[in-house]
């Protein structure tokens, strides 16, 4: 059963739109859907080498934004969560993924739109509300759309792609 390890994953209360959106992913799952499967049992997404790097590049960034706003947290400097938090917000998903609107599948460009608006939440809420717990409740909504997603795609460099 390729989904075992995604139950906790998908019936884990949220507050945001994602519980819909990962329900769709659990059907497309099950209906094999129109990708193809890693051997693992995520659904591959082919992309030219360079539209992965593209990708994967992001990816990094959202992780050490992710590691910044923590150390920032961790010394309750509000203005720093609020800063490193809204370059990883919707500014940077349009410049990051517009341009694959046309080969990334509607599910994940919805996944990728979600965790930008979370961190656009956590700006906003660290900039008025000023609660590190909160904002802690907040990054850890926003981690697990990573999960989610992580669990469910993989990246592949198309064959016969040298760019
Ligand atoms: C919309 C889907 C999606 C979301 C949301 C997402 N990722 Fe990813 N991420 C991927 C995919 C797909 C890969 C490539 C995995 C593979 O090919 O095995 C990846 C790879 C990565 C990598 C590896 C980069 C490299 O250079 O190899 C890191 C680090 C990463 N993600 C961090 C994050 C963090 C942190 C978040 C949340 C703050 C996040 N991702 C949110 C889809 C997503």
Redesign the pocket.
């Known amino acids: 059963m390729k989904n075992s390890i995604l139950p906790g994953l998908f019936v884990q209360p949220q507050k945001s739109a994602l519980a819909g959106l990962t329900f769709a992913l659990a059907l497309a799952g099950v209906n094999g859907a129109a990708w193809a499967e890693s051997a693992d049992g995520r659904q591959v997404?082919e992309l030219t080498a360079a539209q992965r790097a593209h990708?994967?590049g992001e990816?990094?960034a959202?992780?050490s934004g992710?590691q910044a706003i923590l150390a920032a947290l961790a010394v309750d400097d509000m203005a720093a969560v609020a800063g490193q938090a809204s370059a990883l917000g919707m500014n940077m998903g349009h410049k990051a993924e517009n341009h694959l609107h046309d080969v990334l599948p509607p599910a994940?460009m919805q996944?990728?739109m979600a965790?930008h608006l979370d961190f656009d939440r956590i700006a906003a809420d660290a900039e008025t509300r000023k609660d590190s717990k909160h904002s802690l409740q907040q990054l850890s909504t926003?981690?697990n759309?990573?999960a989610v997603?992580?669990e469910a795609?993989?990246?592949q460099v198309l064959k016969h792609s040298k760019k």
């Open positions: 997404i990708v994967l990816m990094r959202l992780l992710t994940f996944l990728g965790i926003a981690l759309t990573c997603c992580h795609y993989q990246i």
